[in-house]
């Protein structure tokens, strides 16, 4: 489940009870939770009051934003645009696709950034909202991937041996870190971001 904590008064609030929340995306304005609820052998994608009252008796129920076609269908890893508009997620979606889905907040329009049999994961948002990052292991071996949200076009960013993961993109837009694998482990690494 999910818990608020409250570093200034060091309280703790309890936003979920018995839905099996995990992958908490806190929005830009900080009024809001996307995280995956599972339930039902599939996972969907929901948001919750960030601030929730702390009687359970008045916490509102979670929204869903995304409940995939499939009886199994799953969503994972949300993260928020920006602007606050769109929420970014992973799906496994029914015939085994595991891709990239933005849904629109208010309208709940999905647009699929992905749909192939790569198995692409942990999406995150440039500081513009221009583009959004992710893995995936389309060339056999996972990378990270961008995608222009305004041009709807993919390009490979890194080209590694041993697999490059969950990538974080720098305030500024010009770095980005991520996990890689290399001969001795997992590690950190981080790249400058010049498009060629």
Same mark, same amino acid.
């Given at each position: 489940?999910?818990?608020?904590?409250?570093?200034?008064?060091?309280?703790?609030?309890?936003?979920?009870?018995?839905?099996?929340?995990?992958?908490?995306?806190?929005?830009?304005?900080?009024?809001?939770?996307?995280?995956?609820?599972?339930?039902?052998?599939?996972?969907?994608?929901?948001?919750?009051?960030?601030?929730?009252?702390?009687?359970?008796?008045?916490?509102?129920?979670?929204?869903?934003?995304?409940? =995939?076609?499939?009886?199994?269908?799953?969503?994972?890893?949300?993260?928020?645009?920006?602007?606050?508009?769109?929420?970014?997620?992973?799906?496994?979606?029914?015939?085994?696709?595991?891709?990239?889905?933005?849904?629109?907040?208010?309208?709940?329009?999905?647009?699929?950034?992905?749909?192939?049999?790569?198995?692409?994961?942990?999406?995150?948002?440039?500081?513009?909202?221009?583009?959004?990052?992710?893995?995936?292991?389309?060339?056999?071996?996972?990378?990270?991937?961008?995608?222009?949200?305004?041009?709807?076009?993919?390009?490979?960013?890194?080209?590694?041996?041993?697999?490059?993961?969950?990538?974080?993109?720098?305030?500024?837009?010009?770095?980005?870190?991520?996990?890689?694998?290399?001969?001795? =482990?997992?590690?950190?690494?981080?790249?400058?971001?010049?498009?060629?």
């Amino acid at each position: 489940d999910l818990v608020y904590w409250d570093h200034t008064s060091d309280r703790e609030v309890r936003l979920t009870r018995g839905q099996r929340a995990r992958d908490p995306a806190v929005s830009p304005d900080e009024r809001e939770v996307a995280f995956s609820m599972n339930g039902e052998g599939r996972s969907v994608l929901a948001v919750i009051p960030l601030r929730a009252d702390p009687d359970p008796a008045h916490r509102p129920d979670p929204v869903v934003l995304w409940r =995939g076609p499939g009886r199994f269908d799953q969503a994972f890893q949300p993260a928020w645009s920006p602007d606050g508009r769109h929420v970014a997620f992973s799906a496994w979606r029914t015939g085994g696709y595991r891709d990239i889905l933005v849904v629109e907040r208010r309208s709940g329009a999905v647009t699929e950034v992905t749909h192939d049999r790569a198995i692409d994961g942990s999406p995150r948002w440039s500081p513009d909202g221009a583009r959004l990052y992710f893995d995936s292991d389309r060339t056999g071996i996972s990378n990270l991937y961008a995608y222009d949200w305004a041009e709807r076009e993919l390009w490979q960013v890194t080209n590694v041996d041993g697999g490059a993961f969950e990538v974080t993109v720098s305030p500024d837009g010009r770095r980005l870190a991520y996990h890689g694998f290399v001969g001795t =482990g997992y590690g950190r690494a981080r790249l400058p971001f010049p498009r060629d």
